[in-house]
């Protein structure tokens, strides 16, 4: 099954591919002056990058797609040749075309591979390609959005077209469908839709964000809930500074590694930066006394805000931002016990997963291992045992994982968890990172069993890792209608006219001395309006009181997403929900 499927990304990546050539083909058709760039195959489709004058439009793709469509129609054949750099650079150059003209300076080899769709267009490209463009039967241009030359925003502004392919028409529907399901479901829409948040303060600053008191409260069940879960687990609450020394930041590493993403100021003519990660400060507590081996392991952990310097052109609502709060822990272990603590942060994070309706291994969620990147401090020696700890733990598990060649941390590798959204969307949540060498750059030390000075190791992890982005992963998951446990608002009392407030209020404070998040509705508007608005903001539970409720003490209930449920008495219904919030059902 795990062949079928590599074959068939193969398969589909080739097609991609494919198709974005053809539409680089239709461009230059159409705007001949247009120059072009690179255009890969990605995740769930293709894109490729053009330097032209005027912006593209609407209407333009739907030129583009009909071009294509003619393309595709002769079916031309995708051929691979080769050139020296020197033929190809005067061939390119030739049709002015710059940016392939300093593509191929940078390739070190003396040949360099073009591919021709059949006699009419030629692309510097290593391949693969299907056979022909007749193959492309199901595709799709889907929007068009600003990039930078190389990724390098001081660098020449292009139009990027992205376009999805699918090898059947069939698939290629099925899509779109998630797309337009997923467009409803955006956390940027239903956030100020549902007086969550917004982050569009632009006296404020981008990438930064304002929690609503129906958001605040979806965030404070959250970090409610974390907290309990941790003291469970035997993990102690820290907190620490926001700013920290420039010094602390040059013997951690992050000056050196990771300087482009931290923001840093003077005091009194000293370097300071606000804090991008937690282990420095988590670090510094443990080190302010002497610690034995029979205290260990140690489990700091915080919920820390901390701050990265993000590109303007990356932010994206919560789930890219440049403040943010990390549920961060850091364990401060011996060697023999890696294995054991990896094991218990992955079981710790199962639960958290379930509870938040992430059930099942291989479904809802998948693990990954990524590995020594090319800029990493410590030695390789280190980087092995630490690699081997991990993957240990996982076999040791019986998980299925996959290798992320790396794409590790600087100072260590890492477990990721990835969770598959009711859209088949992966997000990255939880991380563990298994580091040897900030406790050599720190000192990081303990008395054995005999005495004697021995280093430690740390293991870093987080389970949900952005709060915010994990907010907004929730938001495009449930669409806004949050399991009942989450919900900020978990009923609202709706009394028919205001003779009735009275009992609204004895129903209320029965609910909230039950831990119930109630709020009555007394406006001035119309029974069906405010039922009407209710089931819009996706409160789960409507509470309808009039006459005939008060005399029996009784409520009508409305569920969202199921209608009318019929009258309950208060006890009654508290004790359902009570029941549903344990035992935390969706």
């Known amino acids: 099954m795990k062949n079928e499927t590599m074959e068939y990304k193969t398969d589909l990546d080739k097609l991609r591919h494919s198709c974005s050539h053809v539409m680089a083909q239709a461009v230059k058709e159409l705007w001949p002056d247009t120059q072009i760039t690179i255009g890969p195959a990605i995740e769930d489709g293709f894109y490729y990058d053009f330097d032209k004058k005027k912006p593209f439009t609407d209407e333009d793709l739907k030129r583009i797609e009909e071009r294509m469509c003619q393309i595709i129609k002769r079916k031309p054949s995708f051929k691979q040749g080769f050139m020296s750099k020197e033929e190809a650079l005067k061939f390119f150059a030739g049709r002015h075309e710059d940016y392939k003209v300093e593509l191929i300076h940078d390739i070190p080899d003396e040949k360099v591979s073009i591919y021709k769709t059949g006699e009419e267009f030629a692309d510097l490209c290593k391949g693969p390609h299907v056979d022909n463009a007749g193959e492309i039967t199901a595709f799709k241009l889907l929007s068009v959005a600003g ?45 100020p839709q549902l007086d969550l948040f917004d982050f569009y303060h632009e006296t404020a600053g981008a990438g930064l964000v304002f ?75 443990y080190k302010s006394k002497l610690r034995s081996y029979n205290e260990l392991p140690i489990r700091y952990f915080e919920l820390g805000s901390v701050y990265r310097r993000e590109k303007a052109g990356v932010l994206h609502g919560l789930l890219r931002v440049r403040g943010f709060t990390q549920d961060d822990a850091h364990i401060f272990c011996r060697e023999d016990q890696i294995e054991s603590e990896v094991c218990q942060v992955i079981m710790f994070a199962l639960e958290i997963m379930k509870d938040f309706g992430f059930k099942v291994v291989g479904k809802d969620i998948r693990f990954e291992l990524s590995t020594r990147p090319d800029d990493y401090i410590g030695s390789p020696e280190q980087w092995g045992m630490a690699t081997h700890a991990l993957e240990s733990s996982l076999q040791h598990m019986k998980l299925p994982y996959e290798i992320n060649e790396g794409d590790g941390a600087f100072y260590g590798p890492k477990i990721d968890v990835k969770l598959k959204d009711a859209l088949g969307r992966e997000w990255q949540c939880a991380t563990i990172q298994c580091d040897f060498a900030l406790p050599q750059r720190f000192g990081l030390n303990y008395i054995n069993n005999q005495g004697k000075e021995e280093r430690l190791i740390m293991v870093h992890r987080a389970i949900l890792g952005s709060i915010e982005r994990f907010i907004g992963m929730l938001v495009e998951h449930y669409g806004g209608a949050f399991p009942v446990w989450l919900a900020p608002t978990q009923a609202v009392i709706i009394p028919i006219r205001d003779e009735h407030r009275a009992y609204a209020d004895r129903v209320k404070d029965d609910l909230q001395k039950g831990g119930l998040r109630v709020i009555i509705d007394q406006r001035n508007e119309s029974l069906n309006k405010r039922i009407r608005e209710g ?22 209930v409305r569920r969202y997403g199921k209608g009318d449920q019929g009258a309950l008495e208060v006890q009654t219904f508290l004790r359902n929900v009570q029941e549903e919030v344990c035992l935390k059902e969706s």
């Open 535 to 556: 089931t819009i903001r996706k409160v789960p539970y409507l509470l309808i009181v009039g006459d005939k409720e008060a005399q029996a003490n009784t409520i009508a």
């Open 147 to 191: 990039s930078y030359w190389r990724g390098d925003e001081r660098k020449a502004r292009l139009q990027r077209i992205y376009g999805t392919c699918f090898l059947s028409q069939k698939d290629l529907e099925d899509y779109l469908k998630r797309l337009e399901e997923a467009e409803k479901r955006d956390h940027r829409k239903l956030g």
């Open 211 to 285: 929690y609503h008191p129906a958001g605040a409260m979806l965030r404070k069940t959250i970090e409610d809930y974390l907290r309990e879960q941790h003291l469970k687990h035997e993990y102690q609450m820290v907190i620490t500074p926001h700013i920290l020394k420039g010094k602390l930041w040059e013997i951690s590493g992050h000056a050196e590694h990771y300087k482009q993403n931290m923001y840093y100021f003077d005091v009194d003519e000293e370097p300071f930066a606000v804090k991008p990660m937690n282990c420095p400060g988590h670090i510094l507590i």
